[in-house]
């Protein structure tokens, strides 16, 4: 089984986050980098990928829950995702969250 904390790096940024700086790490690691906005309450339930994830807050929290562990990132923290691991994000800030998230080679 997954261990959530394992995979969770607090403060792996700096803050303010500078999302080109997040990109030009995750590429030199093999990752793609998106940004995504949610509102508050916003819920991403059940996704499942067949590539490995990483995920980092910019502004705002988000809970983040896999194979039935959460964890609540805040800006600068980055997580990595397991392929194949089923998983959330749930937007539980009481304004919006901007994250971005990255899929290694391959992915959907």
Same mark, same amino acid.
């Given at each position: 089984m997954t261990v959530?904390?394992?995979?969770?790096?607090?403060?792996r940024f700096s803050t303010p986050v500078v999302p080109a700086?997040? !990109?030009?790490?995750? @590429?030199?690691?093999?990752?793609?980098?998106? +940004?995504?906005?949610?509102?508050?309450?916003?819920?991403?339930l059940g996704f499942v990928h067949d590539t490995n994830e990483l995920v980092t807050v910019v502004q705002g929290k988000? !809970?983040?829950?896999? @194979?039935?562990?959460?964890?609540?990132?805040? +800006?600068g923290d980055e997580i990595f995702i397991p392929r194949n691991a089923e998983h959330d994000v749930i937007n539980c800030h009481d304004d919006v969250s901007v994250w971005l998230f990255g899929y290694d080679a391959g992915g959907t």
């Open positions: 959530l904390s394992d995979h969770l790096r607090p403060g700086q997040v !990109a030009a790490d995750w @590429s030199a690691r093999g990752f793609g980098c998106n +940004p995504f906005t949610d509102p508050p309450g916003q819920q991403w988000i !809970a983040v829950t896999v @194979s039935g562990q959460t964890v609540v990132l805040q +800006p």
